[in-house]
């Protein structure tokens, strides 16, 4: 079962932080421009996990928070949790659902 969020980082990554967050994370990563929420003219990086790894949602947020860490300068001012399905039995019926209804589009 997976896991997924997101964090707003304190501003926008370089290539090479990029590349060092993607290398210490066993979540698949993807980098979205953003502005931070409490101030739109503010320029951040969001970070979007998805861990198909780790066995708990607290343990893959902690280690997302530890890969942005390593980073110097780089914090974490917000965090985005959408529900996620709390059995692997509820993962599959929704993933079923998700196709039921893509397929009927």
């Not at 707003?8 to 060092?20: D, F, G, S, Y």
């Not at 951040?44 to 928070?65: K, N, S």
């Amino acid at each position: 079962m997976g896991y997924r969020f997101s964090l707003i980082l304190n501003r926008v990554v370089t290539k090479q932080e990029a590349v060092a967050l993607k290398e210490s994370s066993a979540a698949d990563l993807s980098f979205a421009a953003d502005a931070l929420p409490t101030d739109a003219g503010i320029a951040v990086t969001r970070l979007e996990f998805t861990d198909e790894i780790t066995p708990t949602l607290a343990e893959a947020i902690e280690l997302g928070f530890a890969a942005v860490k390593a980073i110097p300068e780089l914090s974490i001012p917000g965090l985005s949790v959408p529900a996620q399905p709390a059995t692997p039995e509820q993962a599959r019926a929704a993933e079923d659902a998700k196709e039921t209804v893509e397929a009927a589009s």
